[in-house]
């Protein structure tokens, strides 16, 4: 059993997925501590009627990144923390940061920090990835659970899901859409990683005893045969 701690500055959806995988038995976790940087985000409240420990730590008009970013990290150790999932943490974190939480033996090598993004990386990276996804014209967008580098949602690819863009789709629809799959995908990661059947090489993340992917590709729009 892992001891998870979910970094979150809005509604917290994704938190609530990963709270309920725990609370279910799907995920060999516990989500020992939020920490928000926003007071009054939604994120605080899903939390608290979980009985999850929180810890409000605002960060609009604080200069120092380092400082801030340390203080998030000794807040992490005090709840003893194995792994931190960042959902919907509007800030980029400081190398200090990850090296708090760098590769360990006990994670298999693996970074000890994981965030998901609502695009198909490397494609629409940063800020409204929906709307980005749309203006382009793709056929499909969709979901990226990553380990989280010093860059914007550039971190080695952990599992990804696919959404189609469908005629008349606006950038609430369809980040709906993908939102149904983040949180299908993100305690799945967060699952493997408990396991310790994430392995990582070099940027390619392997997932041990896995069954073999299908070889059948996918058409938007569809083509008879």
Same mark, same amino acid.
């Given at each position: #059993?892992? %001891? ?9 959806s994704n938190?609530?997925?990963i ?6 038995? %799907?995920? !060999?976790? /516990?989500?020992?501590?939020?920490i928000?940087?926003?007071p009054?985000?939604r ?23 380092d ?8 807040r ?13 943490? #509007?800030?980029?974190v400081?190398?200090a940061?990850l090296?708090?939480?760098? =590769?360990? =033996? ?7 920090? #994981?965030?998901?993004? =609502? ?15 749309l ?7 969709g979901? /990226? ?5 010093s860059?914007? !949602? /550039? ?21 709906a ?6 949180h ?15 392995a ?6 392997s997932?041990r ?5 299908? #070889? ?6 569809s083509?008879? %045969?």
């Open positions: #059993m892992i %001891r998870v701690g979910v970094l979150a500055s809005g509604s917290g938190l609530q997925a709270v309920d995988a725990a609370r279910d038995g %799907r995920i !060999d976790a /516990t989500v020992a501590v939020v928000c940087n926003v009054g985000a994120a605080l409240e899903r939390a608290r009627v979980a009985g999850i420990p929180t810890e409000l730590l605002p960060s609009k008009g604080v200069p120092d990144r400082a801030y970013d340390r203080e998030v990290v000794a992490l150790r005090a709840h003893r923390v194995d792994l931190v999932c960042l959902a919907g943490w #509007m800030r980029i400081t190398p940061f090296e708090a939480f760098a =590769p360990s =033996p006990a994670s298999h090598g693996c970074p000890r920090v #994981m965030n998901v993004h =609502p695009a198909l990386l490397p494609s629409f990276p940063g800020l409204h990835a929906q709307r980005q996804a203006d382009y014209g793709v056929r499909f967008t979901c /990226t659970v990553h380990f989280v580098d860059g914007t !949602d /550039t971190g080695p690819v952990i599992v990804q899901a696919a959404v189609p863009v469908l005629p008349g789709d606006d950038e609430p629809a369809l980040s859409r993908i939102l149904v799959e983040e299908r995908v993100y305690p799945l990661a967060v699952q493997w990683f408990a396991e310790g059947r994430l990582l090489d070099g940027r390619r993340v997932l005893d896995a069954a073999a992917p299908m #070889m059948d590709g996918v058409l938007n729009p083509q008879d %045969r």
